[in-house]
């Protein structure tokens, strides 16, 4: 039986950048890979992919994408005041766990 992990972060947060070459930008999370504990986030992290001549790209070329960010670099952006914030969880009115802001208090909806 494998543990299901709880992350701070979730596909479709906007999410600040806290350190590294990207610090300071803010993006919307794509993809959360749970076992390596990183996230690809819109914008974020740019590298250069090269790709060879194939029958569907006979040109080749050179592609920019995002390339996977760890999460302890990234911190939830609270929605109502669009600042950082870190992340908790408590029961909401249905007896649920649900994230919230640390700084404000309110429940933070996924997207």
Known sequence: MTKKIKLHIRKGDTV????????????????VQIDNYKAIVEGVNMVFKHVKPSANNPEGGINKQEAPVHLSKLMVVDPSTGEATRV???????DQLQRYSKKTGEFITNG
């Open 16 to 31: 600040k950048v806290l350190s590294g070459n990207s610090r300071g930008k803010t993006g919307k999370v794509l993809d």
């Open 88 to 94: 908790g969880r408590k029961l909401n009115d249905k």
